[in-house]
């Protein structure tokens, strides 16, 4: 795993998205790639919180029904926050799997990961077992949380008709809204201030490891 780390995450990414799509069928292709550029067109981009901004505080739970408050975390450091689609994304189990790979080295910089979701906390419980995380998966249903954080996205009509059938993501996340959070990754400094922000409209990027662990240690190095 190592070695497959220092290909770097991106490039595994493009290549599960190559592997993906030779065996979709073209039009669901065109219909993602569409909804990717309708979600980048929606305002999200701009309402997301940027470096500088200040991260709102707040209090989830985690897959096993204990709560998680942002500023207790920052107590022993700056925070890793990563939001993700859920466990039925294959994407984002990848990101996942690569940002436990990179946990000790978070730790060793002097910071903390935990990932957020609007699955209800059994789905986020699959997710943290199946994948052996040993950070925190919580579970912001109704994506209250990335509504705070600007982060939040109506999912395209043609998306949601192409998911129709094929994933009930009602039936995961507890309510029908067809909201879904951006990947987006951000380093909260102890000062509460966005650190480091990865924000793209393309669910397929995500923030690098070796970035992150960059960005906490010149969080951690500010007094």
């Known amino acids: 795993p190592r070695l497959r780390r220092a290909a770097g995450l991106q490039r595994q990414l493009d290549e599960l998205r190559e592997k993906l799509e030779k065996s979709a069928p073209a039009d669901r292709i065109k219909v993602y790639n ?14 997301a919180l940027k470096v500088g901004a200040r991260a709102p505080d707040f209090t989830l739970k985690d897959a096993k029904g204990a709560s998680v408050t942002l500023s207790s975390l920052l107590k022993s450091g700056p925070v890793v926050l990563t939001w993700y689609r859920g466990a039925w994304c294959p ?7 690569a940002y436990q790979e990179a ?12 990932a957020i979701s609007p699955q209800l906390p059994d789905e986020s419980l699959s997710s943290a ?48 809204s067809w909201e879904l959070p951006l990947g987006v990754t951000y380093v909260i400094g102890r000062d509460s201030k966005v650190a480091y922000a990865f924000v793209h409209a393309d669910y397929r990027k995500r923030a690098e490891p070796a970035e ?8 951690s190095e500010k007094k």
Do not use: T, W
């Open 103 to 114: 946990l000790p080295e978070i730790k060793a910089a002097g910071g903390q990961l935990a």
């Open 91 to 97: 994407y984002c189990n990848l990101q996942l799997r």
């Open 34 to 47: 569409e909804g990717v550029e309708q979600v980048a067109a929606s305002g999200v981009m701009e309402s």
């Open 212 to 219: 992150i662990i960059q960005a906490v240690k010149q969080s």
């Open 129 to 176: 077992e199946k994948q052996n995380l040993e950070f925190p998966v919580l579970s912001d249903v109704g994506n209250k949380v990335a509504h705070q954080y600007g982060v939040a996205y109506k999912l395209p009509e043609s998306l949601v008709e192409a998911f129709k059938g094929r994933m009930d993501l009602a039936n995961r996340n507890g309510d029908d």
